[in-house]
């Protein structure tokens, strides 16, 4: 699928940037994208995921970025409403401790300016694939205590 025309969205180009940061993986990019009171949020909330800060997201985000080898988000489809885009993706990649990451993922991507005046996203509700989640963060676990063994 085509991604809609971003020439004129401000919110669109946001959330390309986004995509553009782990496509180039590039946590700097990332970073300078997230408001400075950024929440990030998964769901369900039965896969016991604790709501994250600005930090504690770039954080987890340096070590996934660490692990995949390889592998870019595909956008299958993208929406703008008011003050937030939603987005379809999906993302395979290979994993410097062997184990294949295939997700899914729904973004609610909510935008506000920051105190400079500039959009930024200030709240990200990942609903994830709970399976493909589950399985991974087990198994690159696993891989991480062998590590150190």
């Known amino acids: 699928m085509t991604s809609p025309d971003i020439s004129d969205s401000p919110q669109l180009k946001l959330m390309h940037s986004f995509i553009e940061g782990f496509k180039n993986r590039d946590l700097d990019q990332i970073a300078k994208l997230l408001h400075k009171d950024h929440r990030r949020i ?4 039965s896969l016991g995921k604790p709501e994250q800060t600005k930090e504690e997201y770039l954080q987890h985000t340096a070590e996934v970025l660490r692990l995949c080898v390889d592998g870019d988000p595909i956008v299958h489809s993208i929406i703008e409403a008011p003050g937030k885009v939603i987005a379809h993706l999906t993302c395979s990649a290979n994993t410097s401790i062997g184990v294949q990451m295939n997700r899914e993922m729904i973004l609610i991507a909510h935008a506000a300016p920051d105190d400079d005046g500039s959009l930024k996203l200030k709240q990200i509700e990942e609903f994830t694939d709970s399976q493909a ?5 087990k198994a690159a676990t696993a891989a991480k205590a062998n590590e150190v063994a």
Do not use: A, E, G, I
């Open 133 to 137: 989640y589950l399985d991974f963060f």
């Open 42 to 45: 998964t769901y369900p909330r």
